[in-house]
């Protein structure tokens, strides 16, 4: 076996190679490394602008969108305040008498005389009167009650043409509210004027309405306005 030995100075020596066992693999992972990275930054930006270029559509989905649908939660909130007044507006027409309607019907029943040939009729007083006495001790509620006093006029028979009256009112739709009314009473009397008919009957009518529901508390606008 020989051994040998260079006495050249370093700079002098001749570069020995890595050898190929060793670079070949180190080759490989290199390509390997670079190529993942390659790959990993073409997928991640490509993929990153095409998010970006979606979001940008979003955007500008949104923003043509945007203006209708404050719109229309605006009108929502409209419709929800108009809704809350109508139930409360409504809740006060249950509550209360519709005092307009009913003299508009009562004056239809009155005028509504067939030319005097069914009654003939003029008030006098015509009174609407509270509930009387505290409603939380009566176990029945009643409504307000309606005095009606005046002439019924014939020169035959003034008490038929009275009863006739009575009659009507009862099954006219201004009694729709009233639950009792007092039976014909009256008096005949003789009018001292020169008119015609000269004769009459007097009418003292005693009427007792329903009993309205109260407004229930906490509703309607009320409630509304709470939940603002």
Known sequence: MQIRINLLPPEYRKKEMTPLVTLLPALVAFTLVLGGGAFWAWNHFGALARVRSENEQLQQGWATRKAPLEYLGNLRSE????????????????????????????????????????????????????????????????????????????????????????????????????TDINNPAGQAVLMEDELLPSRAWTIKLDMQMKAREPKRKGSGLQADAKSK
Do not use: M
């Open 79 to 178: 419709e929800s305040d108009y809704a809350a007044r109508s139930k409360t507006i409504a809740e006060i027409a249950t509550s209360r008498v519709p005092w307009t309607l009913k003299l508009n019907q009562f004056c239809d029943l009155v005028a509504d005389d067939d030319g005097g040939d069914r009654y003939l009729v003029w008030l006098s007083d015509f009174q609407v009167k509270k509930p009387q006495g505290n409603a939380r001790r009566t176990k029945t509620k009643v409504g307000e009650s309606i005095a009606i006093e005046g002439l019924c006029f014939s020169d035959e028979h003034p008490l038929n043409r009275f009863n006739q009256f009575h009659e009507a009112l009862q099954q006219h739709a201004f009694f729709a509210d009233c």
